[in-house]
């Protein structure tokens, strides 16, 4: 299989991707109704890639850096930022929502790309891409999950005892455990829950049409794999493919993660220009 990237790759990812490096210069997206935006854009050709990232993370891990490499070389658009309250972006995190973070989504893409983008969502940024799709059907068109963690903090929380739940009503907030920060846990108000409710999609038809990859790895003790196959499952879409990695973590952001990634990219990049 001839890949766009290879002579970019030679084989084996740049070192540094995997790498810190300086950060790229922010820009901010201005919204009169809302707060600001940062964000970082590559002009280039379509289709464009837009990276969404997962819960508590910004516009700088791995993969968005990885991919934005990779679609540079390559001339292609692509957008990462942060949502409100994170990263760069302005707002309280503590006011944050799904709701709100769905509407930022829209915002990147209505105010941010022109033409027909991929969107790659990692984590959290699996399930908003879902939204996205849904509400803008003649702008996404394709979409890579990487443990996508549709309706999963949800889930989660209706799976926990009836009194733990009440005693988090009670107190007003949740402390979700969690391997990826020093704290140990995230936490997530009780009003975060509920509103999220409002936009759980799994277990009914999911009205999403384009083409949809979505990887998982298999030893992800944040987001079950199974989530993936649900999704699988409920979308309308039958041109769907789902990838396991049997040493897969949440983050996936392990070197051949990251190959897997940029080659599912590049794979759909091909697909739609030739059918464009």
């Not at 993370?57 to 990885?66: H, T, V, Y």
């Not at 990887?215 to 041109?239: F, L, R």
């Not at 990838?243 to 080659?263: A, C, P, S, T």
Request: glycine share 8%; hydrophobic share 40%; charged share 25%.
């Amino acid at each position: 299989i001839t890949r766009h990237g290879d002579a970019t790759l030679g084989g084996d990812l740049p070192a540094r991707w995997s790498s810190c490096r300086q950060k790229s210069s922010v820009s901010f997206l201005s919204r009169p109704d809302r707060p600001n935006l940062a964000y970082n854009k590559i002009k280039g050709k379509n289709p464009g890639v837009v990276f969404l990232p997962g819960l508590n993370s910004d516009m700088n891990g791995q993969k968005a850096l990885a991919l934005q490499d990779f679609c540079k070389s390559l001339g292609h658009a692509f957008v990462r930022f942060d949502y409100t309250g994170c990263g760069s972006s302005d707002g309280n995190l503590q006011e944050c929502t799904v709701g709100k973070w769905r509407k930022d989504v829209l915002s990147v893409l209505d105010e941010l790309t022109d033409g027909p983008q991929i969107l790659v969502g990692s984590s959290l940024g699996g399930w908003l891409m879902l939204h996205a799709a849904i509400a803008r059907p003649e702008k996404v068109a394709a979409l890579v999950g990487v443990a996508a963690a549709a309706d999963y903090l949800v889930t989660t929380f209706k799976q926990l005892a009836l009194e733990v739940q009440k005693e988090i009503e009670e107190k007003g907030e949740w402390k979700l455990p969690t391997k990826h920060n020093e704290e140990g846990f995230y936490c997530l108000s009780y009003e975060f829950i509920k509103e999220a409710e409002n936009h759980c999609l799994l277990s009914n038809p999911i009205p999403i049409t384009c083409p949809i990859k979505l990887i998982h790895g298999m030893k992800d003790e944040d987001v079950p794999w199974q989530v993936s196959m649900q999704i699988a499952d409920d979308v309308v879409s039958t041109d769907v493919d789902v990838i396991l990695r049997k040493v897969g973590q949440h983050r996936m952001n392990e070197k051949d993660d990251m190959k897997l990634l940029v080659y599912t990219v590049d794979d759909l990049i091909d697909k739609l220009t030739t059918l464009a």
